[in-house]
Structure formats: structure tokens, C-alpha cells
């Protein structure tokens, strides 16, 4: 059982197959340690993304996790902290957290976010 203090909720757009394909990644790569992510589709909960002060248009466009503590922790930060829990992902996490590497990252991320949501017509 993981204490309350480490669990991490994921909002996540369960609408989006490639999404659905990284989680189930994620999933694989955390074993036992993926026990204590809690992953929440966001389609058609706009409420409950205001209630957690997330606004439901942003949760469409970056990644946001909820720590145990009720911090929200979004885009490369979500990313961050999410990978930061899984051996193999650590040094990915670390990488993406360099300020050499992480604002081009941060704008391929947004750039292929805006594509995806185009293509599917989903913009807001």
C-alpha cells in the first residue's frame, strides 16, 4: 500500500490514442511502483478540473499531475515528476529538467500538442 503523501493523480485526455498508448507504457515500465499513480481521464470532467483550480482548456494542452499534497505539477513539470518515480525514466527526467534541453522541449511538446488536437479537431 502507498502512503497518501506519494500518490500522484494524472489528468490525461483518454480521447487521444497516443496518450492512452503512453500511459499503458508508463503502466508497463512502474511496475509495481505505477500502484500509487492514480490516472484520470479528463473528458467531460470540467468541473472536477475547476474544483483542483485546472483549467479544463490547458488540461487538453499539457499534462497535469496532482501530488499528494494537492500541488499541480503541469506540462514538463507533470512529466518531471511522473518519469522521476520509475528507475528506467529517471535519467530521461533528469535530462528534460536541463535548461539547455527543456525549453526547445517544452516548444516541440506545445507544437505537437496543437498539431494533434487540429488534426482531430479538437482545438480550443
Not at 502512503?3 to 511496475?31: H, I, M, T, W
Not at 483542483?52 to 499534497?69: F, N, S, T, Y
Not at 535530462?95 to 479537431?121: D, Q
Request: contains cysteine; glycine residues 8%; neutral net charge.
Amino acid at each position: 500500500m502507498t502512503a497518501p503523501g506519494n500518490q500522484l493523480r494524472v489528468f490525461y485526455d483518454g480521447a487521444c490514442p497516443s496518450c492512452v498508448k503512453d500511459r499503458r507504457l508508463y503502466e508497463r515500465l512502474a511496475g509495481r511502483t505505477g500502484e500509487s499513480v492514480q490516472w484520470v481521464d479528463i473528458t467531460g470532467r470540467d468541473e472536477e478540473l475547476k474544483e483542483r483550480g485546472i483549467d479544463p482548456q490547458a488540461a487538453l494542452q499539457e499534462l497535469h499531475v496532482e501530488d499528494g499534497q494537492g500541488n499541480i505539477h503541469r506540462e514538463l513539470d507533470a512529466y518531471i515528476l511522473l518519469m522521476s518515480r520509475v528507475w528506467l525514466l529517471k535519467p530521461l527526467a533528469w535530462l528534460i529538467g536541463l535548461p539547455v534541453i527543456r525549453p526547445a522541449l517544452a516548444k516541440l511538446y506545445h507544437k505537437w500538442v496543437s498539431e494533434r488536437l487540429e488534426r482531430t479537431g479538437r482545438m480550443p
